[in-house]
């Protein structure tokens, strides 16, 4: 069974930082981690940092120069390091990922999400 779970989330003052982790599990043959996206209340889930099919970064403007994303492929895992966290950053946020598993099945992957609260 294959599973993205991510970690990291939590309670933190205006200013500060966070970093998320979302590691894939299970019988993988491949991971193409696609990216986060973010799902505040009472809105629709958005993109926060994605990796291109070039192999770079995109960011939501209202991220950038705040958020990195990055990957340690030999862990399965990606990172999204947020510093400088504002109030309108609280969300639960979620890894997406495309994975091959041992049986040669292509899925796309949602984490069940880590919530990040940012207090004012």
């Known amino acids: 069974q294959v599973q993205l779970v991510e970690s990291g989330g939590g309670l933190v003052q205006a200013g500060g930082s966070l970093r998320l982790s979302c590691a894939a599990s299970g019988s993988i043959f491949s991971i193409n981690f696609r990216g986060w996206y973010r799902q505040a209340p009472g809105k629709q889930r958005e993109l926060v940092a994605v990796?291109?099919?070039?192999?770079?970064?995109n960011y939501a403007d209202s991220v950038k120069g705040r958020f990195t994303i990055s990957r340690d492929n030999a862990k399965n895992t990606v990172y999204l390091q947020m510093n400088s966290l504002k109030p309108d950053d609280t969300a639960v946020y979620y890894c997406?990922?495309?994975?091959?598993?041992?049986?040669?099945?292509?899925?796309?992957?949602w984490g069940r999400g880590t919530q990040v609260t940012v207090s004012s």
């Open positions: 990796f291109t099919s070039g192999g770079s970064t």
């Open positions: 997406n990922a495309e994975l091959v598993s041992t049986d040669r099945i292509r899925r796309n992957y």
